[in-house]
């Protein structure tokens, strides 16, 4: 792991380094590009060809889509302190979004036209779960629970076979859990090649939901504008502020937990406010890295994608948050710290505040969804929610009264801009 020192005269360089390194090499993005080329031309050839390569899943376009009656046994073998965690999980996270769901709305405006908005679903989601070195079984609910509520007609669900060459159980059971049933063992680029373009078996969706390796958000990336895409959740992020109030084995134990994932570009950050801190942390990391059972993953990220950094203001910690834009904050800091903190930092996925809230909560429990923009999207997504499932529609009905009120500005404004038609529109229904 490296330290950096906010008032290094370098500092602003080696920053941008680390923001950086979350981006793909070219390596990436030229073989995401010619797997979605062949999937767009050779369908379901190129789909299975890609699935074995990468899955080793020998599947062919009959065997794509896993029989429903598979969910529902899944559910029936998985233990049954599983299925009520899983029910526990679906509950919060059900819970927190069904306040997000926004209702239709219709008033006068000042020309005393009607005015409003309608809210509909999108016809067909695609949901990529991702399940290769991990099953990520809380994926399923942090997506498909929230198209759920949504009303989404169409609710399509992409992941990979594990090692076993099997669809892990409880990624199955959490589909049945959320009452989704169209499911397909295909994972990577070509589950989201197959998504946006389509093959003779895998309908196209009309957008795609759901976090993935560094190669699957290149290609939603590459993919968008054939299809929506919710964000860019790439490999996972988390960035730690702390100060001397914060349990260095706490912070140690959340840098790690993130770290863990396995795909090698997962970043992890402390940002220490006094050097104690810094150097009370870095010693933790080392002793309970060499405990998990991921150890030589998490040993990759600590020498390619961790950073120290060195402040000594809550102000300076601001500016590299907001700059960095983590997935994934935690404010371990003294509770007068925190308003100030939470109101100065505007980029972050998630705000995870005091020593007793791990960035695992949200992973898993709390409530909101785990789907968050990474590799500084933050800047500009925010993290999955039920609003990105439904289509907003402005609805406009004048009459002839309303119309005449507002002809002034539609000739000014159709002079200004030397579109006569733009203004013969209005004016001729008032002749």
Known sequence: MRTLHFESPDFGNELADFCRSASPPPEITASVEAILAAIRTDGDRAVAHYAAKFDGAKVGPGDFRVPPAELAAASRRLPAADRRAMAEAFGAVAEFNRRGLPKDWSARNRHGARVG????????????????????????????????????????????????????????????????????QIGGVQAIGAMAYGTASIPAVDKIFGPGNAYVCEAKRQVFGTVGVDSLPGPSEV????????????????????????????????????????????????VQGSRLSRSSQVRKVLEEGCVIIRVRTLAQAAVVANRVAPEHLELMVRDGAIRRLTRSITTAGAI????????????????????????????????????????????????????????????????????????????????
């Open 117 to 184: 908005e309608k809210f509909d679903p999108i016809r067909r989601v695609g949901l990529y779960i991702p399940g290769g070195q991990v099953p990520l079984v809380s994926t399923v609910l942090m997506t498909a629970t929230l198209a759920k509520i949504a009303r989404c007609p169409q609710i399509a669900a992409f992941t990979p076979v594990g090692a076993e060459g099997r669809v892990s159980d409880g990624i199955l059971a959490a589909l049945h859990l959320v009452g989704v049933r169209e499911l397909y």
């Open 239 to 286: 960035m730690v502020i702390a100060d001397n109030s914060a349990r260095l084995d706490f912070a140690a134990a959340d840098l790690l937990a993130q770290a863990e994932h396995g795909s090698g570009r997962e970043r992890i950050c402390l940002v220490a406010l006094t050097e104690k801190v810094a150097a009370g942390v870095a010693a933790e990391i080392e």
């Open 352 to 431: 995870m505040i005091g020593n007793w809230t791990p960035t695992v909560l949200g992973d898993f429990a709390a409530g909101p969804s785990h789907v968050l923009p990474t590799a500084g999207a933050g800047r500009y997504f925010s993290g999955l929610r039920l609003e990105d499932f439904l289509r907003r529609t402005s609805v406009i009905r004048y009459d002839k009264n309303s119309l005449r009120k507002a002809s002034p500005v539609i000739a000014s404004f159709s002079a200004l801009e030397s579109l006569d038609g733009h203004g013969h529109s209005a004016a001729i229904r008032l002749e």
